[in-house]
């Protein structure tokens, strides 16, 4: 098994924790691996196996492990190989978000990975493509409305587990059977949603990014709508999905800064009244506080725009029965959006800057040729002048 190792180089950074292996997703840095007695209190390991798949496992044997380190632990029945990625107290933290049911869940690790370990687990490996292939049409035979996307053997190659994405209830007793009089193998089926799939595949998203399914995302919350509304997202679909076809989790990181945000604003159906006249609420500008209203209740005239807080002095002066000379006491500019360097220009932006080099070198040019013409008009004309004082003489 390929692995590659990066060293801290002795400036400050946890050596042991840095570690790099064929498992990209859901990588992470143990920061404490190098603090002294950090698996005295736990003897608690992380160990990940394919994709996003990750256990949690005692060091029963007392073996001196650290991230990267190669491993088979307890299966059910036998054996799996995996890479540690977490020791220590990290390990004991990330155990308790993981809502294990019962302590009976966590087993253990039996020896660091030897040779004939990992022969037998590559070659497990190695059938892995070819199983999906086959058991997706399989159960194409068997009529089953589901997806096979991926097939994982554990390590010593007595078991599959099988992930599958469905809409509803599948009886897939039969297709179990026929599995494993083709395949000779336990079989373990395992629904995944639509994230889930997205993250064992792993992808980039539309920022340029790593999918974060696939990097650091362990739990998936419901992606509504409503996070899309109230930061004045447009609802188009096509914007709003994600890689999985569902809507992206990331509307979730700063809905709620929305929100508050949001609750200092006017509300949009309330119209103020001056002496100049009704002004309708036109649009916001959430985080900023600034709020444009019209004097036109159907389109867009006289745009005046003005903070949140005049806005609601205004609307508790017309509670008290007081008009305000006008909708603000200064007209304030709208601040200047920021604009995305990246889409603001294009390629062409340098044959303009070539192009006025160009013309300044050719009015140059022109200047000294026109220059050094005059000097020679002037030694012309300075030439007759010359002979007729001679002849004069």
């Not at 698996?39 to 990750?54: A, G, S, Y």
Request: with cysteine; glycine share 8%; aromatic share 6%.
């Amino acid at each position: 098994m390929e692995e590659k190792y990066i060293s801290a180089g002795g400036r400050g950074l946890c050596a042991k924790g840095w570690h790099t292996n064929h498992y990209t997703q859901l990588n992470v840095a143990d920061y404490n691996a190098d603090i002294p007695n950090n698996t005295v209190d736990t003897d608690l390991v992380e160990v990940q196996f394919k994709n996003t798949r990750k256990g949690y496992y005692h060091n029963s044997n007392g073996l001196e492990l650290c991230k990267g380190d190669i491993v088979a632990v307890e299966g059910n029945p036998g054996h799996d190989i995996g890479v540690v990625t977490l020791t220590g107290s990290l390990a004991a933290i990330q155990v308790k978000k993981a809502n294990l049911r019962s302590e009976e869940e966590i087993k253990r690790i039996y020896r660091l990975a030897k040779d004939t370990d990992l022969e037998v687990y590559e070659m497990a490996k190695a059938r892995e493509h070819q199983t999906m292939i086959e058991s997706r049409q399989i159960a194409k035979d068997l009529g089953l409305e589901m997806k096979i996307g991926d097939v994982e053997y554990q390590g010593d190659g007595n078991k599959a587990i099988f992930y599958y994405i469905a809409d509803g209830r599948v009886d897939f007793r039969q297709l179990i059977k026929v599995l494993a009089e083709v395949f000779h193998v336990r079989i373990e089926m395992k629904q995944i949603g639509a994230r889930q799939e997205a993250g064992r595949i792993g992808g980039f998203g539309p920022c340029g990014r790593e999918l974060c399914c696939s990097t650091w995302m362990k739990s998936f919350t419901s992606v509504g709508t409503a996070a899309a509304r109230f930061q004045n997202l447009s609802l188009n679909p096509q914007k709003l999905a994600g890689q999985c076809a569902k809507l992206k989790c990331c509307m979730n990181y700063e809905v709620d800064q929305y929100v508050e945000a949001c609750r200092k604003l006017p509300n949009r159906e309330t119209v103020l009244c001056t002496q100049e006249g009704e002004w309708h609420f036109f649009k916001a500008d959430i985080l900023t506080g600034m709020v444009s209203y019209s004097s036109d209740k159907h389109f867009a005239a006289n745009v005046t725009t003005i903070t949140a807080e005049r806005a609601m002095e205004i609307i508790n002066q017309n509670k008290r029965g007081e008009n305000p000379v006008a909708l603000s006491k200064e007209k304030v500019r709208e601040k200047a959006k920021p604009v995305d360097l990246a889409t603001q220009e294009d390629l062409s932006r340098f044959d303009a800057q070539l192009a006025s080099k160009k013309k300044k070198k050719k009015n140059k040019r022109n200047n000294a040729e026109r220059k050094q013409n005059n000097g020679k008009e002037q030694a012309n004309a300075s030439k007759p002048n010359d002979d007729a004082s001679i002849a004069d003489a």
